[in-house]
């Protein structure tokens, strides 16, 4: 019988992790997850399409986060700093989830399974991060150019966020990102090797 | 019986090319690869591990290009220019697949295990761009900074050397769009928006 299961979502993705860590990723099933939240299958499958699906399932609301936040920012702010502000804008939302992160992080590069999975959310929210720069007017090889530089900062903010023993939040990592993208590409040619690059003011 | 075959990896990458244009990807085996290119599949699978490889199978030779191009690259240079460069030097390498790379592109574009692994790929890429300018000295953080930057530049230009009618070769997309990326990093974050970003010199 379908009947509302309170945090059946929450329930299910701690239960995951649970197991996951108990008795590794790949020797869970979906049952033993249902089971441990005390839930079906098939309430199982009304959240999730699959096993990997628990990991990725912020996924959507990061999206609506995006959307959000390149839709609402200043007309007179640059395009990469749109790009920045709206994906530093989602760090409350990973702040809640900074005490599982480390975990699900190793999970991830552990298994290929989990990284393609990883790889196809990343590269689904630069579309729509081109998307959403379209509609701000951005023309197209531009849009792409900054999406795919978002999520290049994005990527290498999480993982200075999850390391960070400061516990500064993702904003803060991805502004720390930026100013080192800004650095980097400020070098003139003939500069000097950076032979001991600084990781800034964002190292763990 | 295995014996020599001339350029029997050509003619399976001709052979696959063709016949996945001629009823489809998803329609064509591997058996149908080998017939049509006049070869065994077990010949087939002495190349290429399975039916998406035929199409990626030059990763490996555009990896060892990377690897020597920043190995190579002069000490004075900077570290982004470096990645550049090396990226660049693969320029020639693309050229001798200009005819079938745009067919190639939309195989990907339209087979989500191809895109995966594509993605993989590039991954891999990545990978071991970090690894070689670990190898000149760059620091970790900024070392895959780097690198995904470079991938980043890299896909840019592949599209727009892609889709040039001028035919401009790959080495002047990927000059083209690190300038676009220093004229995005350089905006202030007081600029006007850029309503209509230009395309610069790179497109079609």
Redesign the interface.
């Given at each position: 019988m379908a009947r509302w299961e309170p945090n059946a979502r929450e329930r299910l993705q701690a239960a995951a992790l649970e197991l996951f860590e108990e008795r590794g990723y790949d020797r869970t099933t979906v049952g033993d997850i249902a089971a441990r939240a005390d839930l079906t299958e098939r309430t199982f499958f009304r959240y999730f399409t699959d096993k990997r699906e628990v990991l990725f399932s912020g996924t959507e609301e990061f999206e609506k986060l995006i959307v959000s936040g390149v839709a609402s920012a200043p007309?007179?702010?640059?395009?990469?700093?749109v790009v920045v502000a709206a994906l530093a804008a989602s760090s409350p939302f990973f702040e809640t989830r900074r005490a599982t992160a480390r975990k699900r992080q190793a999970l991830i590069a552990a298994h290929a399974e989990l990284?393609?999975r990883e790889?196809?959310k990343f590269?689904r929210l630069a579309g729509t991060l081109v998307a959403s720069l379209r509609e701000?007017?951005?023309?197209?090889?531009?849009?792409?150019?900054?999406a795919?530089?978002g999520m290049?900062?994005f990527?290498?903010a999480y993982?200075?966020w999850i390391e960070d023993g400061k516990k500064r939040d993702l904003a803060h990592h991805m502004h720390a990102?930026l100013a080192?993208?800004?650095l980097?590409?400020?070098?003139?040619?003939?500069?000097?090797?950076?032979?001991?690059?600084?990781?800034g003011s964002?190292?763990g």
């Open positions: 007309e007179t702010m640059s395009p990469l700093d990284r393609e790889l196809i590269t701000r007017g951005v023309a197209e090889p531009t849009a792409a150019l900054l795919r530089t290049t900062l990527q290498n993982e200075r990102s080192e993208l800004r980097l590409t400020a070098e003139p040619a003939s500069a000097k090797p950076r032979r001991k690059a600084s990781s964002a190292g």
